[in-house]
């Protein structure tokens, strides 16, 4: 009986065609599989936990509201939390050696990835890394890319694979916890329950906080993420694959005292350079939002994340007509 339950829960899981946003914890086939269902020909995004909707439910989500606004174009979100722009270039990296290619690209870029201290700054994500290391490693990535993942050959990580190869259910495994509280934790699960209770953040809470996630220092090549923002952009370019790359809002209100200069202007200037001297859209969202749409520094509630779709809809449309 158990053999039989397990061969139709595989069979089922054969049958799944991916929901609008990847899990928080995924194995390397779960993104595999999630990049096929996305298939050829679709509208892919890149970006961080803003994008992909921390906080909030999957269907409120940015992207979610996006991919209903595009109608009759497949909307594929590759975007996770702590996607920096060197997870963002592999994932594309891993998409078109996969003959994924996509149709047309949304990277977000945000300001906070250009941190030496972010998480992931010159890091894969480990699912990531097992698909792309080291069969898509470039002489770019050396000395750039930190702790290249070698994965071990030895008999457990054969039988590993092999299993994963043969039973869906142990290849597409997740966290127990997301299995039985979504992509939140128990604690997350209870303040999304609290939530519409609370008044907004109040001006000026808890920024020092989030102060030292934006770094100041003006970016140029030794940052690794500005690094591999330019070499994507140059691999979107080359591929002529039409790309709107998204600066998102951030709230200001909450962050005034350590962002608005002319420092974190000049980073953000930069950026929005070396999108458009590769001929690159750029849609500069940074400071147009209200304190009233962020949940904190920099992820949207589903007001804000509907507005951000607003913002991001009529440029995203525009490209994909003229295509």
Request: net charge negative; proline share 6%; charged share 20%.
């Amino acid at each position: 009986m158990t053999l039989s339950l397990l061969a139709l829960t595989d069979l089922a899981l054969g049958t799944w065609h991916g929901g609008v946003r990847l899990p928080t914890h995924f194995s390397s086939e779960y993104l595999q599989r999630y990049a096929e269902n996305a298939g050829p020909g679709a509208v892919v995004v890149l970006g961080d936990s803003e994008m992909w909707g921390y906080g909030i439910r999957a269907a409120d989500g940015p992207v979610a509201q996006l991919a209903s606004a595009l109608q009759g174009d497949r909307v594929a979100n590759f975007a996770y939390e702590a996607e920096t722009p060197v997870n963002a270039d592999f994932v594309l990296r891993y998409l078109l050696a996969r003959n994924l290619r996509p149709r047309a690209v949304l990277v977000e870029i945000n300001p906070a990835s250009f941190n030496e201290t972010a998480p992931a700054y010159d890091t894969l994500n480990a699912a990531l890394a097992e698909l792309c290391v080291p069969a898509l490693v470039e002489p770019f990535d050396r000395d750039r890319l930190n702790a290249v993942v070698h994965p071990q050959d030895g008999a457990g990580e054969r039988l590993d694979r092999f299993v994963a190869d043969h039973w869906l259910l142990y290849g597409l495994r997740v966290d127990v916890h997301q299995a039985l509280f979504g992509d939140a934790d128990l604690a997350t699960a209870l303040q999304r329950l609290i939530e519409p209770f609370l008044q907004p953040m109040p001006r000026g809470a808890d920024s020092a906080a989030y102060a030292m996630m934006y770094d100041l220092t003006p970016l140029d090549a030794s940052n690794v993420s500005y690094a591999y923002a330019e070499h994507l952009f140059t691999m979107l370019a080359a591929r002529r694959i039409p790309a709107l790359v998204v600066l998102p809002p951030v709230n200001h209100a909450l962050l005034h005292l350590y962002i608005d200069n002319a420092a974190y202007a000049a980073n953000l200037a930069r950026v929005q350079r070396l999108a458009r001297d590769r001929g690159l859209a750029v849609l500069n969202l940074d400071s147009r939002f209200a304190a009233s749409d962020f949940i904190d520094n920099t992820h949207l509630n589903p007001i804000g994340s509907a507005r951000l779709a607003q913002a991001i809809r009529p440029r995203l449309a525009k490209l994909l007509h003229v295509l």
